[in-house]
């Protein structure tokens, strides 16, 4: 019995004094972080399948990220300043992974080209999985290697419409086999 006692004695605050550490290292890097730190369920279950989910966890990991999605009144924004934000490094970084304008020579190609992604048109329904797309790619992929940028705030809703009129407008220079357009 005193063993026992004198056991829990040592553990207990060994334990309390590592997760305040931890908690504290976290905490560090500033708020952002900390939130990033902080794995959602959908992460935990993507890092249990690496390679790929059962069936039997589809519906409710998609049923979850649909309901993270937010959709604006207005899904298309200006496309010169969504250019700006498929560029910047600190913002959507798609070059990263996609190629988009012809003339731009450095890319990634984790993801699909998006040069003339355009030719889909400018209907309602690609309008919104394009948004829903950049939103929250999980939806319609789950656990892709796309960032959730509406979804982690890395994005504002303004800039993922601003992104989507790049994307889709006949003028925007991601579009030059659209009629009309990549002037
Ligand atoms: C880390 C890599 C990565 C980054 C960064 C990234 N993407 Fe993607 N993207 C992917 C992958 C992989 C896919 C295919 C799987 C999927 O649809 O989620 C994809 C798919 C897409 C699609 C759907 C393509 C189709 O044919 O339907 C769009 C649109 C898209 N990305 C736009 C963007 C935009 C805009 C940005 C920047 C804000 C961006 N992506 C940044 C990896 C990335």
Not at 17 to 21: G, H, Q, T
Not at 162 to 169: G, K, N, P, Q, R
């Given at each position: 019995m005193r063993a026992w006692f004198l056991a829990l004695g040592l553990l207990v605050p060994a334990l309390a004094?590592?997760?305040?550490?931890v908690a504290a290292a976290i905490q560090s890097g500033g708020p952002r972080f900390a939130q990033a730190m902080q794995q959602d369920e959908s992460e935990r279950v993507c890092s249990q399948y690496p390679e790929g989910l059962p069936a039997d966890r589809l519906s409710a990991f998609v049923a979850r990220e649909r309901a993270r999605v937010v959709l604006p009144e207005r899904m298309m924004g200006d496309w010169r300043r969504g250019r700006e934000v498929f560029v910047t490094p600190s913002k959507g970084n798609c070059y990263a992974c996609h190629a988009g304008e012809p003339a731009e020579p450095a890319f990634g190609d984790v993801g699909p080209p998006l040069t003339n992604y355009g030719l889909r048109g400018t209907g309602e329904a690609i309008v919104r999985y394009t948004y829903e797309k950049i939103y929250n790619p999980w939806i319609t992929v789950p656990c892709s290697t796309m960032p959730r940028y509406g979804v982690n705030a890395r994005l504002t809703?303004?800039?993922?419409?601003?992104?989507?009129?790049?994307?889709?407008?006949?003028?925007?220079p991601i579009n030059p086999a659209v009629q009309g357009g990549g002037q």
């Open positions: 004094v590592d997760e305040a550490r809703p303004e800039e993922i419409a601003d992104l989507v009129a790049y994307l889709l407008s006949p003028e925007s």
